[in-house]
């Protein structure tokens, strides 16, 4: 990128959850610093000195978004107020921080809010957002990274992890559940739940930012009523819940009961056992990771609302909001973040 000087740390700053996202942004400093020379400085609203011009007053900006400090602190006040948001946030607020925002700058994020985006690209800032690929089943973690740079997209398409590498990850998982599960069977006499002409729906946490809609609603299957009506026609009705919301997932069952006049019994088996098995089973859902996994698995699956991190094809141009997967170890590597930012450099 030419001209650039600098990167500033900006993640949500209404969501009120510090650790995930400042976590990475720790992790890529020191690599980005010996590969790049650049600075990333830190976030705003820790004891050590953030990013953005002398002046930025963190409270000042959530006020301005219409987050009092009583509501930051109230946690079912703030996810409210954070829900409603997400995609669109006063103009004061937006301007307000973007006056404090120093030029020539990469702006860096961790799953970067609607507002923020939209609001880097109506003002031609260039931002480049990190998070977790959906795809969790390889040995190794994947990175999503999404840039508004084309440069910087076509320097990160060199590592990106190929097409060919991600089915080999799912076959071998896939080898591996399947042998597991058939020694269960055979040696151990146990039995697992057929799936044989089911639509198995992929339930996610009510919190989930995948599912926040533009208006600020947070998305459920009744939104869906009539895809998942059709969907379900011939096939039985299953439901996998989300582990961390067991209150929920009863909540939701009743919806596509209700939905699909038949019971949706709750699947037992994990995530992988589901994509791995023989048997002739569907899965639905609202944006669930699950869903972009199941392709690799030769699944066939329906994605009722856009995926949380929409993944570039390796071998398709770039497109606004594609994100670009490297392994774990690239995001650690100095050589990779040369390459990516400072090519003119002298190497590390």
């Known amino acids: ?26 992790l890529v400093r020191e690599p980005i610093r010996q590969g ?17 011009r002398a002046g930025f007053d963190l409270t000042e900006f959530r006020a301005r ?13 703030r996810q409210m107020q954070w829900s409603t948001t997400y995609h669109r946030l006063p103009d004061s607020a937006i301007n307000y921080l973007f006056d404090h925002l120093p030029v020539h700058h990469l702006l860096l994020s961790f799953e970067i809010p609607h507002w923020l985006a939209r609001a880097c690209t109506e003002r031609g800032v260039e931002f480049l957002d990190l998070r977790l690929s959906p795809l969790r089943f390889g040995r190794d973690l994947y990175m999503a990274l999404r840039c508004t740079s084309e440069i910087l997209f076509d320097q990160i398409a060199a590592h990106s992890v190929c097409e060919e590498e991600l089915r080999l ?16 069977e055979n040696e151990r006499g146990f039995t697992f739940e057929s799936l044989d002409g089911a639509l198995l729906f992929v339930g996610q946490a009510p919190y989930d930012a995948s599912l926040l809609a533009p208006d600020g609603r947070s998305l459920r299957c009744t939104d869906f009523a009539d895809e ?3 969907l379900c026609r011939g096939r039985r009705l299953l439901h996998k819940g989300h582990p961390f919301a067991p209150e929920f997932a ?25 994509l791995s098995c023989e048997d002739d089973v569907v899965l639905a859902g609202i944006s669930s990771g699950m869903l972009q996994e199941a392709g690799r698995f030769d699944k066939t699956a329906h994605l009722l609302y856009q995926p949380f991190v929409p993944l570039a094809h390796p071998d398709e141009a770039a497109t606004p909001n594609a994100y670009q997967q490297i ?4 995001l650690l590597s100095p050589a990779f973040w040369h390459q990516v930012l400072a090519p003119e450099r002298p190497a590390p």
């Open 1 to 26: 990128m030419k001209n650039l000087i600098g990167i500033t740390c900006i993640p949500d700053l209404l969501r009120g959850v510090r650790s995930f996202p400042e976590a990475f942004m720790d």
């Open 36 to 52: 790049s020379g650049l600075e990333i400085g830190h976030p705003p609203g820790g004891k050590r000195p953030h990013g953005l």
């Open 65 to 77: 978004a219409g987050m009092t400090a009583d509501t930051f602190a109230d946690n079912i006040a």
């Open 169 to 184: 990850e799912a076959a071998l998982l896939g080898a591996n559940v399947r042998m597991h599960r058939e020694r269960l």
């Open 228 to 230: 998942l009506r059709e």
């Open 250 to 274: 009863q909540e939701e069952r009743e919806a596509l009961q209700y939905i699909s006049g038949q019971a949706s019994q709750p699947s037992q088996q994990n995530a992988y056992q589901i």
């Open 327 to 330: 392994h774990f170890q690239k």
